[in-house]
């Protein structure tokens, strides 16, 4: 039996975690859940599958959830809160494997605490990887941490590797990557309409149910931009080799091009439960719930290239990972602040790929040399974009 802490897991990966390893109860313990704000989801968790640690946000969270657990008979739970004890959840000796499914910025710490310590990392939160770049690969080759990708497109293109493949590593007869995309909700929407669409309908995708941070980067596709960051460190290939294409079914979760000219793709149904199973039973297989795909029903597969004047934000990305340096993680804080304000209201959503070229043309990217550089450039590119949208609220 393996050990595994899930950190994010009252969120939309973090919950079909819990469906698959339920699946497959002789392979994994729960050792520790985490989550922010969700605390009733958190107790049915505990009850369900009796983990060892959980953390929450607060102290007064922790000390009600400690209360409702001692009541329940044979809940043995240590109950704790705050960023570092994310991160010592993270790295305790009985966890085997890491499954990192917090949004955001947030995720960082943690999920560097999991490489340092040497685990399995199954990286959902891209937005880690993105800010701390070539700093988080060396920490992985440093500690020998194995990382298996679950974001699908990044699963897909793994699964499409060579036999033996590790991240980080270069696969130098893969030529191209081709990085799928649903093109989201707005994809044909006329162009003048998108100043006026509401956080409800960025957020209603037409093939995924997931969190609503990651299904407004989809709309605006920085989700894309992001992914083509995350590519390039994970599969060790520039940015310009890997290709984003728009792919509406959401049937290929991506391809690998070969230099004999072979093109190798991964299919399956939208079903975050299928990379989910597949990096938790890498390198055997087994069940993930999933329904089969039935390619009757799907019928056709279509291919188009996006379309850069709709979808800025993918520009930026691209931008930033020419620039390179600390550039991801600007463009990141960035989106996160213009993508949280989005949803509570304050913008329109064409102001988001707005702020960020704006953060992005008022920042100077440094070197990655530390975790320190990082978190700095994160904490400036969000003073910048807060200065501009209190702006773009008042006029
Ligand atoms: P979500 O919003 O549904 O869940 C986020 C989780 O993180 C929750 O458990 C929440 O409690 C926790 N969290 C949020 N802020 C936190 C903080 N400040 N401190 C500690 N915990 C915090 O998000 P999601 O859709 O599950 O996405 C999680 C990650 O996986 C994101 O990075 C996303 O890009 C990535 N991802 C998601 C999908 C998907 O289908 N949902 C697909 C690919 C990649
Ligand atoms: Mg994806």
Not at 53 to 81: H, I
Not at 132 to 149: D, K, V
Not at 298 to 305: D, H, K, S
Not at 384 to 392: C, D, N, T
């Amino acid at each position: 039996m393996r050990g595994l802490c899930v950190l994010g897991s009252t969120g939309s990966i973090g919950i079909s975690t819990l469906d698959v390893v339920a699946r497959c109860p002789d392979q994994y313990k729960i050792v520790a859940l985490t989550a922010n704000n969700n605390v009733d989801r958190l107790y049915e968790q505990c009850i369900r599958h009796r983990p060892g640690y959980v953390v929450v946000k607060s102290p007064v969270q922790a000390s009600q959830l400690r209360e409702r657990l001692n009541s329940v008979n044979g809940q043995t739970v240590e109950v704790l809160s705050g960023a570092a004890a994310l991160a010592e959840v993270a790295a305790l000796p009985e966890v085997h494997s890491v499954m990192a499914a917090i949004v955001g910025a947030a995720g960082l710490l943690p999920t560097l605490a999991a490489a340092k310590a040497g685990k399995r990392i199954l990286l959902a939160n891209k937005e880690a990887l993105v800010m701390s770049g070539l700093l988080f690969m060396a920490e992985l080759s440093r500690s020998g941490a194995e990382l298996l990708p679950i974001d699908s497109e990044h699963n897909a293109i793994f699964q499409c590797m060579p036999a033996n493949y590790r991240a980080g590593s270069r696969a130098k007869e893969a030529r191209r990557i081709l990085l799928t995309a649903s093109g989201g909700p707005f994809l044909y929407k006329p162009l003048d309409e998108l100043d006026r669409v509401t956080p409800e309908q960025a957020c209603a995708h037409p093939n995924w149910v997931m969190g609503k941070k990651i299904s407004v980067d989809s709309a605006t596709m920085m989700n894309k931009g992001l992914e083509v960051i995350e590519a390039s460190l994970l599969f060790n290939t520039p940015a310009e080799k890997i290709e984003v294409v728009i792919h509406r079914q959401s049937v290929i979760h991506s391809m690998v091009d070969y230099i004999d000219g072979t093109v190798l793709a991964q299919m399956g149904n939208p079903d975050m439960r299928i990379p989910i199973a597949h990096a938790l039973a890498w390198p055997a297989r087994f069940e993930s719930g999933a329904e089969p795909l039935d390619v009757f029903a799907v019928g056709q597969l279509n291919f188009e290239p996006p379309d850069l004047t709709r979808f800025p934000c993918l520009h930026h990305a691209y931008r930033a990972v020419k620039v390179g340096g600390t550039m991801p993680a600007i463009l990141n804080a960035a989106n996160e602040m213009a993508v949280d304000s989005f949803l509570g209201g304050a913008i329109r959503f064409t102001d988001i790929p707005r702020i960020i070229e704006f953060v992005m043309d008022q920042s100077v990217a440094q070197p990655v040399d530390s975790i320190d550089t990082v978190l700095t450039a994160d904490q400036q590119a969000r003073q910048v974009a807060k200065g501009y949208i209190q702006r773009a609220i008042k006029t």
